[in-house]
Every structure is written in structure tokens, then in C-alpha cells.
């Protein structure tokens, strides 16, 4: 009982066996109201196991547990697969976090969706998802963890269409998915290159060891680490590939919290992570990562500027902040992984708590407004709702920087990252420090807009939209709970964990794969110290921008601009004509190319159905020989014999 | 008939096909139709087509017998056949038909007597003509239609029927015709008498029949000549002095047929040149017991059959019967006790042989006897079969027949 | 004597051929029947004839048997004829058409038979009832 292995399993089970009742809830009106309670148990106990698994792997051997004995999926020839799981500190921090924010969140939906009639599939999704996404995060070998990526897209997809009958929203649904699956094509290749540059071996920790000890070349190593990427820039929404988070936002807002804020969205990040000692051999897939990271972060940034709609707001700033992951990622191999890993996985951390928090506050808004979420119809409301105003606004000084709050310290950590990087040996060094800039503007602009979106929702004069009816008034009880918990949660565990205890990156780095990347980077570690320099530029950084927008937008008018950036706002407003230009480039081409393709396909029907016209023609010409005179046939026959007679006799008396 | 300088093959083919659309033509026009039918000319084309086609067989194969109430009585039966079949097949009202149907009968049975098949002949007059028919009128009595019909005046296909029908028959003649090696050109002027197609060789010619019947009456006189005194040896001496001459006579009819040592007897009538002497031996015992290679076309249908070898077989049992026979006699004569009847004994013996040799490839004269002979000893199995397919048919019919359910 | 088996083969095949046409033209039962008891004939003389050019029996041995199936063939086949009468009230084949295949129309007659104006036979008025035929007598065939 005391293995992680198997505490690792209760784990992923829980939440399966969560989705099962609460499908089976939903066979009678009397026991659908109840469908959100074996969510809510199974996570909070998986939180809890989580939590006594932490101790477990912090106590005592610092190291990796793999399944023992594990079942085969299939072999085929040199290829098999089995299923394993890998217990160590990465994987044990993302099931903490995972379990403990689904937990919040699943209390909280339990009261959101209350009342929908589509309650019991709400729930029994979520748990699916949920469970998808700790196999995700066990898994040891490539194909389970790809068929668990796969699940958490699936989730995502059902939970962004999960109001059916909208059009809009089941288009978003279709558009995730597909875009996700481009991302998903690369990342199989790759996969699949790996394999064959690692003699087929499908688990990774073996993968690892065997290309540790058999380097292959640069070339084929950045190819296959590339084509990994690109799987995580389908799935982490990194540009070009970052549409569909925005409008993801068709799903109810718990969805948005969990899948596209804390947890589906960070799947990539963790997939880097994890595969660490692979980058860290490739530089020039690493500074390619870098500013995929950095330019996402600038690009969404500008786009989150002049939004009307809260929740896209808070999508865009998940692209950028993702991007910020990736930035740090992407100074791996130049500096020691440790740092450079865990800074990112430390933002990646801290950003589950505050965006949660954000997401869920803008859902406890929304609630209230009657399902208004542009942020032209309401505003002032501060007054209105207390604990969503307090907990928003921890969350979005969080995300923008504030000085001691937890995003602070990770954000702190990136740009130290990123410093330490341009300082380095690599040949990209002045990359990293151009980087460095976006990073600091972009730091800049996040809190600019998060704060333009504060003020426009709370202060400034109280408008209430004319649906929101009764609603308006302060969520019940199970919606600010999760909100309380996850302000505090987003406040202070940044400063707990790691700036002056190092305890998050002392952790961090007793996993095998840190080691090794470790080993392979052959860089120096960076030592932890206060950089002072940085710390004051980003507290300049995250104070001008709230300030601005204190000054733009204290009195609400979303539509207004600083003064002579009227066309920037508006080219933002439109989201940069991404989309359109996507519809233009690629989808039109491919509806150009159906048609044509349909009626080739059309001909080829009508090719098939004329052959088989043939027989059924000839046999109309034949068939009315047997017309069922019986002197008719004689004489067929008398016929025939006198040709065979001819035959004969002009032959043989020749 | 001979229009054009045509092969004889072309010749025969043309005189079929012309008989065969003659045929067609003819009944075409005489099968009953619902508006009616051309009577004169259907019999007209008919008359010209049996016209044609006995034309054609007299031409290619000749008189049919070599006496004329043979040949008289052929052409009768035949032409009574084909017109009452004819009849029989175009007659609207089924009574009559069966009438037809009975002259038909009428004149196959002629044909019969003619093949020497008399039991055959009363076989089948009784049984078709008798039962048979007897059975179609009451049958025809109980399901008669009355005025116009569809069965009776309207035909199925009347022109593709005669075609098929007469392109099976006109074929079939001329297979005959080809086999019979009619085609083949006349060699010199030797058969310049001989109508007669060059047939399978029969086991003997006619002449080595009859020069075996004259060795058969020889024998009998030598046998005669056996008789008298025996008492003294000078009289034995005389019997067999007589019983020589005689016996030799006999013998050198008999070497001319199944050779023998005495086979350079007295050479035949001279006068024959020795192509007349080699065409009477053409095909014959002679010619197969000794000369191996058949020259001549007409010997090339060599016999193989089992007449031909049972014939060979009886000509070798003959060949050596007859060394001995002088020698056993002349010991039986002049014993001290003679034995005359042995002696005769040993005579008949030959003389039986040479009988039997000499009926082969005739039929047997009396024909019912030997009919059912054959029947019981050759066919036993086949006539089991038959009385129980008879027995089953008479059931069947009973069966078939029944009305269900309707209490007579 | 020379046989002459030609003569016989050639008339025993012009009657086989007559028979052919007959059986395959006409539509009365009885008088194809008839037709395909000439074809057997045509087919005795040619066994008879072969028997007499062997100088052996087994061909008239032959006939034999083809006169005791004959004798088998049309009693059977005059049953199933007054079967098929009963059904139908006609000896016409072309009446029986019912397997043909799917989709192919009945061959019907297109010429209309001549109706022959018969006068009717001179009656006198019946003195007292005309016995009606009961059913029984009617069907009876």
C-alpha cells in the first residue's frame, strides 16, 4: 500500500471510477442532481493521495519508481509497448497540482452548473478528463501517453461543445480538435523517430538511457526534438497554432479554467519537460522553442490589449504566459536544465493557481451578469461582489507581476533564465537577449491589460446588464470557496516554495531526467541568488502597467485607447486578422480541394455502377431464352447439336 | 445430276442440302396455321424433295437388293414410311394422325421383314399398332377439342423446327455419305459395273460363300463315299482311293478360302487375268489370312471386329482339322476292326466347321429361337431391367393418373 | 448378297428427321408424343439393319428393349397428359409457361384463330325436363 506505484494507480482510478457514476447518475432524474459529488470526493481524495505521495517521494528515495512486471499492449517484431507508469518528483508535483485545482474547481462547477440539464455529462466528462490527464502525466511509455493525449483532447473537445445546440460552440469544439491535430501529426512523427534512433525502446526512461549512452546525430536528434515541439505548440496554443484557445472560451467557465488554463494547455510544457534530455542536446531546437515562446508571448499579449470580452481576455493571456513557459524552456541547454526546467515548470505552477483563480472569478461574474461576459455591458461591480472582486484582483496582480506575489517569483525566475542564457556559452546569445526584451514588454503588457480589465469590470460606474435579472448578487457558498482557496494558494505559494526555501527546485531536480539533462547540458548550475537588477525591473515593469491602465480606464469605457494608438488598438481589437487570414490560406484551399475531390469520387461511382450494369445488361439480353416452352428448348438444343455435328463432321471427313 | 464439274463429295452435299430446303419448304407450308396453309405447294415440294433425296441414294449407293421384288418391295415400305410420317406430322386432327401413325408403323414392320427381323415385325405391330395406339385414341377421345384450337392449328416455330430437324438429318446423310467412301474417285475401269459404295469389308465374299458350300457338298460325298465294303483291304483300299479323290476336291475348294498346305492347288479358271483373280480375292478370308498390308483403299476398312477375328480364328481351327482328317481316316481304314462311323465322324466334324465358317455373317434361321436365346443368355441383366421399368410404369401411370380426394 | 445397310440408314434418318420436326413443331401433346414414338422407329430400322449386316441378333435384341420402354413411356406419359387435361381443359404445351425466368413475358399467340361458323345440328323442342348434369358428371373426364 505504501508503494508510490500503487498510490499512482489509486490515483488514475479514482477519478475513472468518479466518471463512471457519475454517467450512471444521470439514468434517473432523482440521482442526476447529485452527479457532481463523485467528482468532487474522488478528486479531493486523489488530492489528498497526491499529497501523502508527496511525502512519500520527499522522504525517501529520491529517484524514479517504474512499474514493475507491466502488462504488454501489443508486440509487434522488435516494437512493443507495454503499459507503465513513472513515479518521481515531475510527475508528482503535476498530480498535486492537478488534483488539488480540479478539486477546486469541481466544487465550484458543482454550484455553476446547477440547474443545467446537462449535468450528469458535465461531470462525467470532467472526471474523464481529469483521469486522462494523470495517466498523462504517469505515463512512461510514448504510445500511452500519447493515447492519453489524445484523451485529454477528446475531453476538451466534448467540454468546449458541451452547449450542443450553440453553433458557435460546436464549431469551437471542431476547431480545437483539428488544430490540435496538426500539432499532434508532428508529434507522432517524432515519436516514431525517437523510436528508431532509440532501438525501439518505447518507455522512456529507457529511451533516455539508451540514447545517453548511443548519442545520435545533431541533425536527426533536432529533427525528431522539433517535431515533439510541434505537439506541444498544438496543445500548449504557441503560435501558429494558438487559435483555437480563444475561442475555446464557448465552453462553460469551469472548462476554461481547468482545461485551458491550468492543466490540458500545460500538457506541452510538461512534455518538454519530461523530455528534457533530449533538447538539452539539440540547441538549435532549443533556441527555435525560445522564440516560438517569445513571440506567442509578445503576439498574444498585443491581441489581449483592446479585447471586449473577459473571458478572451484571460484566454489570450494563457497563450502568452504558456509563452513565457517556453521561453524558459528554450534557455535549457545553454544553462543548467535544473534552472532553466525549473523555472518554467515553477511558472507553470504558479500560473494553475492565479489563472484558475481569474477564470473562475470571471465565471462567478458571469453567473451573476446572466451570462453576459462582455465587458461593454456591466461594470463597477465591487460593491456588488465582494469576495469575486477581492479574489479577482489577488489573481491579477499575481498574473501581472506584483512584487512578492507568486507570480513575481516565477516570472522573476524566467527573465533570470533568460539573462543567464544571453550570458552563456551557446551562440545564440544574442537571441536569448533580444528575447529577454520581448520577455520584459511583455511583461509590461500583461499587466496593462489584466489590470484595463480589472478596472473595467469593477470600478468605474455599476451597470448591470438587463439579463442578468435576479442573478446579480454575490455567488452562493461553493463558488467563493474555491475562489477564497485559490487567492490564497495564488498569493503565497510562490514565496513559500521557492525563492528563499528552494524547496519546488530542490525537488525538482531529484528527477532522473533532470539528472541526466543535467549531465548531458555540461553547463555550469546557476546558483540560487537575488538578482537585484531584475528585481527591480520587473517591479518598474508590472507598476507602470497598472498604472496606465489605472489612468485609461478607472471610469470604464472599454472602447477607449491611449491617446494616438488608435489603429494599434483596433488592429488588436481584431485579433491581428489571424483567423481570417487562416480561412483565407488554408481552409478555402481544402473546401476548393473537397469539391473536387467529391466529384472525382462521383465519377468513380458512376465507373462502378456502370460495370456493374454490364451483367445485369447481358443477362436481359439472355434471359428470355428460357421462356418456358418446353418445344423451345428442344429445338435449342436440336440446334446446338446440329452445330456441334457440323463442327464434327466437316472435321473429321476431311 | 452431275450441272457442274464439281467433287463428288460437293456433288453429294448439294443434293442433301437441296432435299433438306426442299423439306423445309414443304413443311413450312404444310404445318397448320391459324390462316391457313398452301397445300399444293407444300406437297409439291415435298414430292421434290423425296425426289431428290432417292435420287440421291440410288445414285451413290445403287439398288438397294439385287432382285427386283426386293428392290420393289424397299422402295414401297420406304416411301410409305416418310409419307405417312409426313402425313402424321401435318395432319391438324390428331385422330387421323394416329391413323398415319399406324401406317407408319405398317411399313417399318415391311422394313423389318426385309432385315429378316420377322418376330420384330409382329413384336411391334402388336404392341404400337395394338396397344399402343389403341391407348392414344381413348386417351385422345377423353380430352377431344372441338372446332379450331390452339394445339391443333397453330405450329411452334414452324421454320426454325424444320431447319433444326432438317439440318440434324441432312447432316446425319452425309456422314453416311462420307463414310461409305463414295467420294472416292473410281479407280481405272475396274468398278465401272459396281454401283455399290465400297462397304466394310464383310467377312467373305459372296464367292468364297459359295465355294464353301460346294466344299460342304463335297464332303458329303466323300462321307458317301466312305460307305460300301469294308470288308477286304483291297476293298478298304478302294474306299479309300474313292474317299481321296473326293476328299481332295473338297480340300482345294476349301485352300482357296482358308489356305492350308494344299493351298497351291489347281490354280482357278484360266482366262482370269491375275487383276480379276486379286479383285475376287479383295477383302475376302483370303486376302486377310494373307496378305498382311491392304493395297487398295477399299481394303483399308479392314474388319477388325470380332466376326473378323471369330472368322479368322474358325478359318485356322479348319485349317488344321483339315490336315488330319485324311490321315486319321486312312489309320481308321486300315485297322484291323476299320471303324467306319468314327471315320464318318471325323468327316462330319470338318464338314460342321466348314457350315458354321460358312454362315458367318448371316443371321441365324430361326429367328425367334435364337432371339430369345440371345436375350436369356447374352442380356439377362437388361431384361431384368426392363420388366421392372415396365412394372414401375405401370404404377407410375396409375399413380400419376389418380384423382385426389373425388370418390369414383 | 451385297447388304446394302445404306438404303436402310439413309430411310431410318429421314424418318428420325421427320419425327424431329414433328415433335418440335406441333403443340398437341398426343401428336408430338406420336412424333417421338417415329423418331424410335427411325432408330429400330437402323438397329435392325445393323444387326442384319453383322449377321448377329444383339441389334434386334435392341429393338426389344426399345419397344418395352416405349410401351413404359407412353403409358406414363398419357397419364401425366390427362393430369395435365384435367387442369387446363386443353392439350396445348405452349399453355405450360410457367418457369420461365423472372421478367420474361408469356409467349401468346398473335394470330387469331379462324372461327368456324358451324350450324347447329337440327334439334327438336325437348318434350318434359332436361335432365340437369350433376356436378360429378360434369368434371368427369
Redesign the interface.
Known amino acids: 500500500m505504501s508503494d508510490p506505484r500503487t498510490l499512482a494507480v489509486i490515483i488514475l482510478a479514482l477519478p475513472l471510477f468518479a466518471a463512471i457514476l457519475a454517467w450512471i447518475c444521470g439514468a434517473s432524474p432523482t440521482t442526476k442532481k447529485f452527479a457532481h459529488v463523485p467528482l468532487i470526493v474522488a478528486c479531493g481524495t486523489a488530492a489528498v493521495i497526491a499529497f501523502v505521495l508527496l511525502n512519500k517521494m520527499l522522504d525517501g528515495y529520491a529517484g524514479q519508481y517504474v512499474t514493475e512486471n507491466p502488462l504488454t499492449w501489443f508486440s509487434a517484431g522488435y516494437l512493443k509497448v507495454q503499459y507503465t507508469i513513472a513515479v518521481d518528483s515531475l510527475s508528482a508535483i503535476m498530480l498535486g497540482m492537478v488534483t488539488f485545482i480540479a478539486t477546486m474547481i469541481a466544487i465550484f462547477s458543482g454550484g455553476y452548473m446547477h440547474g443545467d440539464k446537462g449535468f450528469f455529462r458535465y461531470f462525467a466528462i470532467m472526471s474523464l478528463f481529469v483521469f486522462s490527464m494523470c495517466g498523462l502525466v504517469l505515463a512512461n511509455n510514448f504510445l500511452l501517453l500519447v493515447a492519453f493525449w489524445e484523451g485529454v483532447g477528446l475531453c476538451s473537445y466534448l467540454l468546449i461543445g458541451y452547449y450542443y445546440d450553440k453553433p458557435s460552440a460546436a464549431a469551437a469544439a471542431r476547431k480545437a480538435f483539428l488544430v490540435t491535430r496538426l500539432g499532434d501529426t508532428g508529434f507522432l512523427l517524432g515519436i516514431f523517430l525517437l523510436w528508431k534512433m532509440g532501438n525501439w525502446n518505447t518507455d522512456l526512461n529507457l529511451l533516455f538511457d539508451y540514447i545517453a549512452k548511443h548519442p545520435p546525430e545533431p541533425g536527426t536528434l533536432t529533427t525528431a526534438c522539433l517535431l515533439l515541439f510541434c505537439g506541444a505548440v498544438g496543445k500548449s496554443a504557441q503560435f501558429p497554432l494558438y487559435v483555437w484557445l480563444p475561442d475555446a472560451m464557448e465552453g462553460p467557465t469551469p472548462v476554461s479554467a481547468l482545461i485551458h488554463a491550468a492543466t490540458m494547455v500545460t500538457a506541452g510544457v510538461y512534455l518538454l519537460a519530461r523530455c528534457s534530455p533530449l533538447f538539452v542536446r539539440a540547441p538549435e531546437a532549443q533556441i527555435i522553442v525560445a522564440w516560438i515562446g517569445g513571440i506567442t508571448a509578445l503576439l498574444a499579449a498585443f491581441i489581449a490589449l483592446a479585447q471586449t470580452d473577459l473571458k478572451r481576455i484571460l484566454a489570450y493571456s494563457t497563450v502568452s504566459q504558456l509563452g513565457f513557459m517556453f521561453l524558459a524552456l528554450g534557455t535549457s541547454g545553454p544553462i543548467s536544465p535544473a534552472f532553466a526546467v525549473t523555472a518554467a515548470m515553477f511558472h507553470l505552477f504558479t500560473h494553475a493557481f492565479f489563472k484558475a483563480l481569474l477564470f473562475l472569478s470571471a465565471g462567478s461574474v458571469m453567473h451573476a451578469m446572466g451570462g453576459v461576459i462582455d465587458v461593454r455591458q456591466f461594470g463597477g461591480l465591487r460593491k456588488l461582489m465582494p469576495i469575486t472582486h477581492f479574489t479577482f484582483l489577488c489573481g491579477a496582480a499575481a498574473l501581472a507581476g506584483f512584487p512578492l506575489l507568486s507570480g513575481f517569483w516565477s516570472k522573476d525566475m524566467i527573465f533570470e533564465s533568460l539573462t543567464e542564457a544571453s550570458e552563456s556559452q551557446s551562440k545564440y546569445t544574442a537571441g536569448y537577449f533580444t528575447l529577454f526584451l520581448m520577455a520584459a514588454l511583455t511583461a509590461f503588457l500583461t499587466a496593462f491589460y489584466t489590470f484595463r480589465a480589472y478596472f473595467l469590470t469593477f470600478w468605474g460606474p455599476e451597470r448591470i446588464p438587463a439579463e442578468a435579472g435576479h442573478h446579480a448578487h454575490e455567488s452562493p457558498g461553493t463558488m467563493t470557496l474555491p475562489l477564497i482557496v485559490l487567492a490564497i494558494g495564488a498569493v503565497f505559494v510562490g514565496g513559500v516554495m521557492e525563492p528563499f526555501t528552494h524547496w519546488f527546485s530542490d525537488f525538482l531536480q531529484t528527477t532522473p531526467a533532470m539528472t541526466q539533462a543535467v549531465i548531458a547540458s555540461q553547463a555550469q548550475s546557476v546558483e540560487h541568488h537575488f538578482n537585484w537588477a531584475l528585481i527591480g525591473t520587473s517591479t518598474v515593469l508590472a507598476l507602470a502597467g497598472i498604472g496606465i491602465a489605472f489612468a485609461l480606464y478607472r471610469n470604464g469605457g472599454a472602447e477607449k485607447a491611449p491617446p494616438g494608438l488608435d489603429k494599434v488598438f483596433a488592429l488588436s481589437r481584431n485579433k491581428l486578422y489571424v483567423d481570417e487570414i487562416y480561412y483565407a490560406a488554408l481552409v478555402k484551399p481544402a473546401e476548393v480541394l473537397a469539391f473536387l475531390l467529391r466529384v472525382f469520387d462521383g465519377f468513380l461511382d458512376g465507373l462502378a455502377r456502370l460495370i456493374a450494369a454490364i451483367p445485369r445488361f447481358i443477362g436481359d439480353l439472355v434471359r428470355p431464352i428460357q421462356n418456358g416452352l418446353v418445344q423451345f428448348y428442344a429445338l435449342s438444343m436440336v440446334l446446338g447439336l446440329a452445330v456441334f455435328l457440323t463442327f464434327v463432321v466437316f472435321r473429321i471427313t476431311r | 445430276m452431275t450441272l457442274f464439274a464439281l467433287t463428288k463429295t460437293q456433288e453429294a452435299g448439294g443434293q442433301i442440302a437441296l432435299a433438306a430446303i426442299l423439306g423445309v419448304v414443304g413443311f413450312f407450308l404444310l404445318l397448320p396455321r391459324p390462316r391457313g396453309r398452301f397445300v399444293p405447294g407444300g406437297i409439291a415440294a415435298l414430292i421434290g424433295s423425296a425426289a431428290v433425296f432417292g435420287a440421291m441414294v440410288y445414285s451413290t449407293f445403287g439398288n438397294p437388293a439385287s432382285d427386283v421384288v426386293g428392290s420393289v418391295l424397299f422402295w414401297l415400305f420406304s416411301a410409305g414410311a416418310l409419307i405417312f410420317g409426313t402425313v402424321l406430322v401435318v395432319q391438324r386432327n390428331p385422330a387421323r394422325g394416329a391413323i398415319a401413325f399406324a401406317f407408319v408403323i405398317l411399313s417399318t414392320c415391311g422394313l423389318f421383314l426385309l432385315l429378316a427381323a420377322p418376330f420384330l415385325m409382329a413384336a411391334t405391330i402388336i404392341i404400337y399398332a395394338g396397344a399402343i395406339i389403341v391407348t392414344f385414341l381413348f386417351v385422345l377421345m377423353l380430352s377431344h377439342a372441338e372446332g379450331p384450337s390452339d394445339e391443333n392449328d397453330r405450329s411452334r416455330e414452324p421454320l426454325s423446327g424444320g431447319f433444326a430437324g432438317f439440318a440434324f438429318v441432312g447432316l446425319v446423310l452425309f456422314t453416311l455419305y462420307q463414310t461409305s467412301l463414295a467420294h472416292l474417285p473410281n479407280d481405272g475401269g475396274k468398278d465401272k459395273e459396281q454401283h455399290t459404295p465400297h462397304l466394310p469389308m464383310a467377312v467373305l465374299t459372296p464367292e468364297e460363300r459359295q465355294t464353301l458350300a460346294n466344299a460342304v457338298v463335297k464332303l458329303d460325298e466323300a462321307e458317301k463315299a466312305l460307305d460300301g465294303d469294308i470288308g477286304s483291304h483291297t476293298a478298304r483300299d478302294e474306299r479309300i482311293v474313292a474317299f481321296d479323290k473326293a476328299f481332295t476336291l473338297a480340300l482345294n475348294d476349301l485352300s482357296d478360302v482358308v489356305g492350308g498346305p494344299y493351298t497351291f492347288g489347281p490354280s482357278p479358271q484360266a482366262g482370269t487375268s491375275p487383276a480379276q483373280t486379286a479383285q475376287i480375292r479383295d477383302g475376302s478370308l483370303h486376302q486377310r489370312l494373307f496378305v498382311k498390308k491392304p493395297t487398295t483403299p477399299q481394303a483399308k476398312l479392314y474388319r477388325e471386329d470380332q466376326q473378323a477375328l471369330e472368322a479368322i480364328e474358325r478359318a485356322a481351327r479348319i485349317r488344321g482339322l483339315s490336315e488330319g482328317t485324311f490321315k486319321k481316316v486312312e489309320d481308321n481304314l486300315q485297322r484291323d476292326t476299320p471303324d467306319v462311323s468314327a471315320a464318318k465322324a471325323e468327316v462330319r466334324k470338318l464338314r460342321d466347321e466348314v457350315v458354321i465358317l460358312h454362315g458367318m455373317g448371316q443371321l441365324p434361321a430361326r429367328n425367334v429361337a435364337n432371339l430369345g436365346f440371345i436375350l436369356y443368355a447374352d442380356h439377362l441383366l437388361a431384361v431384368e431391367l426392363a420388366g421392372t421399368l415396365l412394372l414401375v410404369a405401370t404404377i407410375g401411370a396409375v399413380a400419376v393418373a389418380h384423382r385426389k380426394g373425388v370418390t369414383q | 448378297?451385297?447388304?446394302?445397310?445404306?438404303?436402310?440408314?439413309?430411310?431410318a434418318?429421314?424418318?428420325?428427321?421427320?419425327?424431329?420436326?414433328?415433335?418440335?413443331?406441333?403443340?398437341?401433346?398426343?401428336?408430338?408424343?406420336?412424333?417421338a414414338?417415329?423418331m424410335l422407329?427411325g432408330v429400330?430400322?437402323n438397329f435392325?439393319?445393323f444387326?442384319?449386316y453383322?449377321?448377329?441378333?444383339?441389334g434386334?435384341?435392341f429393338?426389344?428393349?426399345i419397344?418395352?420402354?416405349?410401351?413404359?413411356?407412353?403409358?406414363?406419359a398419357?397419364?401425366?397428359?390427362?393430369?395435365l387435361?384435367?387442369r387446363r381443359r386443353?392439350?396445348?404445351?405452349?399453355?405450360?409457361?410457367?418457369?420461365?425466368?423472372l421478367?420474361?413475358p408469356?409467349?401468346v399467340?398473335t394470330?387469331?384463330?379462324?372461327?368456324?361458323k358451324?350450324e347447329p345440328l337440327p334439334t327438336l323442342t325437348p318434350a318434359g325436363a332436361r335432365p340437369q348434369p350433376t356436378a360429378e358428371e360434369v368434371?368427369r373426364?
Not at chain 3, 453383322?54 to 444383339?58: A, E, F, M, V
Not at chain 3, 386443353?90 to 418457369?99: H, I, P
Not at chain 3, 394470330?111 to 368456324?116: D, F, Q, R, Y
Open positions: 448378297m451385297n447388304i446394302t445397310l445404306w438404303h436402310f440408314l439413309a430411310v434418318a429421314a424418318l428420325f428427321g421427320i419425327g424431329l420436326v414433328g415433335f418440335l413443331t406441333r403443340r398437341n401433346l398426343i401428336t408430338m408424343f406420336l412424333c414414338e417415329m422407329q429400330a430400322i435392325v439393319a444387326a442384319r453383322h449377321g448377329n441378333l444383339h434386334q435384341v429393338v426389344l428393349f419397344l418395352a420402354v416405349a410401351a413404359c413411356e407412353a403409358g406414363v398419357l397419364a401425366l397428359f390427362l393430369s387435361y384435367r386443353s392439350l396445348d404445351t405452349s399453355d405450360w409457361q410457367e418457369l420461365r425466368e421478367g420474361v408469356p409467349t399467340d394470330e387469331p384463330l379462324e372461327v368456324v358451324e368434371a373426364v
